[in-house]
């Protein structure tokens, strides 16, 4: 706490007053000193609710570095699962372009052998008619 030292020196009426004239009658306790006392219990009451605060925060801050800790954790397994699942995806794209570069490979064929086919068909007709005159 902050030591508050008056800057001017009391005034000298004040100095020269008799105690009991600078003395609360009730509770005794001097005038000089009731404002910095009042000032004094406000500001107890204000570090005791700071304190409240407080309270705790050492445990609060080490469940909260115990959950960092976690969440790290799984957050480098979720980029490990990630790299697996990256790279089986593109494995996967890998065999796909294969199939279906393979797919029209056999799609050609089927159109040629398809071509060919209508070429023996017309020639088998024409050989049908050729014969049967």
Do not use: W
């Not at 000089?32 to 004094?40: P, T």
């Not at 960092?68 to 890998?94: A, C, F, H, P, W």
């Not at 279906?100 to 159109?111: G, P, R, Y």
């Amino acid at each position: 706490m902050d030591r508050h030292t008056p800057m001017h020196a009391l005034p000298e009426e004040i100095q020269k007053m008799l105690p009991e004239d600078k003395v609360c009658k009730y509770c005794g306790v001097s005038y000089l000193i009731l404002h910095e006392f009042k000032a004094m219990e406000e500001k107890v009451k204000a570090m005791e609710k700071e304190m409240k605060f407080y309270q705790g925060s050492v445990e609060r801050e080490k469940r909260l570095q115990e959950k960092i800790k976690s969440l790290s954790q799984d957050l480098e397994q979720y980029k490990i699962d990630n790299k697996s699942k990256t790279e089986r995806i593109y494995d996967v794209g890998m065999q796909l372009k294969s199939q279906q570069n393979e797919f029209q490979k056999v799609k050609k064929q089927l159109t040629h052998l398809q071509d060919e086919l209508k070429i023996k068909y017309r020639q088998s007709d024409i050989f049908r008619l050729c014969f049967c005159l």
